[in-house]
T-cell receptor, first 117, second 113 residues
Framework: AQKVTQAQTEISVVEKEDVTLDCVYE???????LFWYKQPPSGELVFLIR??????QNEISGRYSWNFQKSTSSFNFTITASQVVDSAVYFC??????????????FGTGTRLQVTL | DVKVTQSSRYLVKRTGEKVFLECVQD?????MFWYRQDPGLGLRLIYF???????EKGDIPEGYSVSREKKERFSLILESASTNQTSMYLC????????????FGPGTRLTVT
């Protein structure tokens, strides 16, 4: 069975600090996708990024960057120069086929990030 | 923009009542999902559907059923609500295949008293 572990339950940082959210996954599939979602206090999950198992290039989008390392089964998320608006719960997820071409996501338990002034 | 809507943001029901949670998506997605979210447990999949009238059990289907009569609509049913079903319920939809992200609705916070 697939598993996603986010060992950090809560992280508190002061604005402008850099912060890394860890994600470790387990799967027997050779083809899979990893995702990060953000859940702000309003509650609605927002998709941030997708990465496939064959692409280990790091991704950068503004202050956000992602480091995918297949050798350690990790897909870590770094926020540079954090801001109060980054305060949210962040979820890492792993996709799998379940029936034919149907798929589902397995989510980690989430990391709550609190950014203070 | 993909839009996933849920019938209620907040719902209060009594133990033993039958509860219907409705979810509608407007992007012609094949897959639809129901999750519950509890503190410290993340998102747990209750049921999902990959086509009209098709349904599959997720990780925690006990006490729930679902219905998908139309492609855009996926209903979660609590046949006899219990206090341990007090939770946040999230609906999501996606295109078919492992490459596609899921789009989430705003959630329904259900309280069973």
């Amino acid at each position: 069975a697939q598993k996603v572990t986010q060992a950090q339950t809560e992280i508190s940082v002061v604005e402008k600090e850099d912060v890394t959210l860890d994600c470790v996954y387990e799967t027997r599939d050779t083809t899979y996708y990893l995702f990060w979602y953000k859940q702000p206090p309003s509650g609605e999950l927002v998709f941030l990024i997708r990465r496939n198992s064959f692409d280990e290039q790091n991704e950068i989008s503004g202050r956000y960057s992602w480091n995918f390392q297949k050798s350690t089964s990790s897909f870590n998320f770094t926020i540079t120069a954090s801001q109060v608006v980054d305060s949210a719960v962040y979820f890492c997820a792993l996709s799998e086929f379940v029936a034919g071409t149907a798929s589902k996501l397995t989510f980690g338990t989430g990391t709550r990030l609190q950014v203070t002034l | 923009d993909v839009k996933v809507t849920q019938s209620s943001r907040y719902l209060v029901k009594r133990t033993g009542e039958k509860v219907f949670l409705e979810c509608v998506q407007d992007m012609d997605h094949e897959n639809m999902f129901w999750y519950r979210q509890d503190p410290g447990l993340g998102l747990r999949l209750i049921y999902f559907s990959y086509d009209v009238k098709m349904k599959e059990k997720g990780d925690i289907p006990e006490g729930y059923s679902v219905s998908r009569e139309k492609k855009e609509r996926f209903s979660l049913i609590l046949e006899s609500a219990s206090t341990n079903q007090t939770s946040m319920y999230l609906c999501a939809s996606s295109l078919r295949g492992i490459a596609y992200e899921q789009y989430f609705g705003p959630g329904t916070r259900l309280t069973v008293t």
